[in-house]
């Protein structure tokens, strides 16, 4: 079984994106609780709760940190119920994120804009960007701000945001 190999980059936004773009308008919205049971300076092992028009699903991922910007991933669909047994494991030096994911496609590319709002003193708009190589071109969509990259800024990375 191969184990899926993730690179992206990551954008920390200047400014509130502005919803009303049709871009925005029209992207597929997934609302996460995200909750940390373990972390280490290589491997991250979290649940996630998403919901979004066609319902709510749960997943346990394992992450493996291979440097800034990739990894391998590692997840399974799990039940309410797991999801549940599991949620009360957490670690608890994280708090739990809550953020709401929109998705899609410019320039070719998929991005996932995160609006994160809990936990509530690292609320802010991080963009990410799906590629293929790490130093692969990337256009932005001209209606977002960039504040500047954070791809390799422990602090921005999910794991850092839960540290509150």
Known sequence: MSVPLEIERKFLLAAAPDWSHPV???ARVIHYEQVYL???ATEEVRIRRGT?????RYHLARLYRLQDGMRTVEEEEISADEY???R???DPARQ???KDRRCFRWGGLLFELDAIHRPVSRACHLLE???DDLDQHVEFP???QIDREVTAEPEFANAGIALG
Do not use: H, K
């Open 24 to 26: 925005l308008r029209d």
């Open 38 to 40: 373990r972390v280490t």
């Open 52 to 56: 979004d028009e066609e319902g709510t």
């Open 84 to 86: 549940a047994r599991l």
């Open 88 to 90: 009360e494991r957490r």
């Open 96 to 98: 739990i994120i809550v």
């Open 129 to 131: 960007v799906e590629i």
């Open 142 to 144: 001209d209606f977002l």
